[in-house]
């Protein structure tokens, strides 16, 4: 089952699927309130000190408030990201303060060991502030083929435009598209157009999913997907008799925590037998309720950490990422927080 293997820290996965935009969603870090820091400015985080140092740009006659105001806010956005220790955890600022201020020029900051990955990731960037905007115009600026039909299929699904995904020549691409926009309307027969039959019951998934309809997972000829399938609708309804049905007993637990986190229900929690899935139970739930005492109900302190970082990412509180003992898991807090300053 392809839900399976949840690491600790991706509690914040699970966060998204809740307070975003479904089980299947995902979650930008938006806010309007990016500061514009005065010159050295230091804010100290107990991991890193992050220097939020903004240049003061030499003004001309000819140059408008707004232009330094933007200048002001990518200096400022560059510092905060520059300051994350990996490059995969700068790429993930970049790409996240990008889709959340709609700026592609945020995107140009990415850099890599590699000038192919880096294009990769500057690629992935301009696909979702392309979807963010429904401007395929941004599309069309991505050199590489395949890049710029994913980004082409972002949009017809912001854009609920199955026109868009048959401009797409790679089959595999289009069906993609489909799959985008089929969910979008919540219309199963745009699924049907889809050739290969693992991506038609991944639309027929993520449409049962949208609609909350159980007997359209019964349409899905793959065992996976069919009880991934289970599992969204027994979420999406709270219903922990969807939950009996699956066959395996970790497919039927990790279905209770997804309804338990639904329904914020420790309760249900104490079900589960097995102990992967009872902590990422109760870490969902902590982060949904923003409760640290349910963290430490939790018995080892690596599960604290993690559990801590789950509440703050919601919490928005930096400060909090200071309880947490271990540095990578202590990192990984910051980097869920920093998107929204």
Not at 90 to 112: H, R
Not at 297 to 317: I, N, R
Request: glycine share 2%; hydrophobic share 35%; aromatic share 6%.
């Amino acid at each position: 089952m392809s839900k399976k293997g949840f690491a600790p820290i991706v509690v914040v996965l699970i966060i998204a699927l809740f307070v975003g935009v479904g089980i299947s969603g995902y979650i930008y870090f938006q806010s309007d309130k990016l500061k514009n820091s005065p010159v050295n400015n230091t804010t100290t985080t107990g991991v890193v000190n992050i220097t939020t140092t903004t240049i003061e740009p030499k003004i001309s006659t000819t140059t408008t408030k707004s232009k330094i105001t933007t200048t002001s806010k990518v200096i400022t956005i560059t510092k905060i990201c520059d300051a994350m220790q990996s490059q995969f955890s700068k790429t993930i600022c970049y790409t996240n303060m990008a889709v959340a201020k709609q700026d592609l020029s945020i995107c140009n900051t990415i850099k890599s060991q590699s000038s192919i990955l880096a294009q990769t990731d500057k690629n992935i960037c301009y696909m979702k502030v392309a979807t963010a905007k429904q401007d395929l115009s941004i599309c069309n600026t991505i050199q590489n083929q395949n890049d710029k039909d994913l980004c082409y299929s972002g949009v017809a699904g912001a854009k609920q435009d199955l026109s868009i995904c048959n401009t797409i020549q790679n089959q595999n691409n289009k069906d993609l598209c489909y799959l985008y926009v089929a969910k979008a309307k919540q219309d199963l027969s745009i699924c049907n157009m889809i050739e290969d039959q693992k991506n038609k019951d991944f639309c027929y998934q993520h449409v049962a999913e949208a609609k909350k309809d159980l007997s359209i997972c019964n349409k899905i000829q793959s065992q996976d997907y069919k009880e991934n399938c289970y599992v969204d609708i027994g979420a999406a309804k709270q219903d922990l008799s969807i939950c009996n049905i699956l066959q395996t007993q970790s497919d039927k637990y990790l279905c209770y925590v997804y309804v338990a986190t639904a329904k914020q229900d420790l309760s249900i929690c104490n079900m589960i037998e097995d102990q992967k899935n009872k902590f990422l139970c109760y870490n969902s739930i902590a982060a949904i309720k923003q409760d640290l005492s349910i963290c430490d109900m939790l018995q080892t302190q690596a599960d604290k950490d993690s559990c801590y970082t789950g509440v703050t990412s919601l919490k928005k509180d930096l400060s909090l990422c200071n309880a947490i003992q271990d540095s990578s898991i202590k990192n990984a807090c910051y980097e869920s927080v920093l998107p929204s300053f």
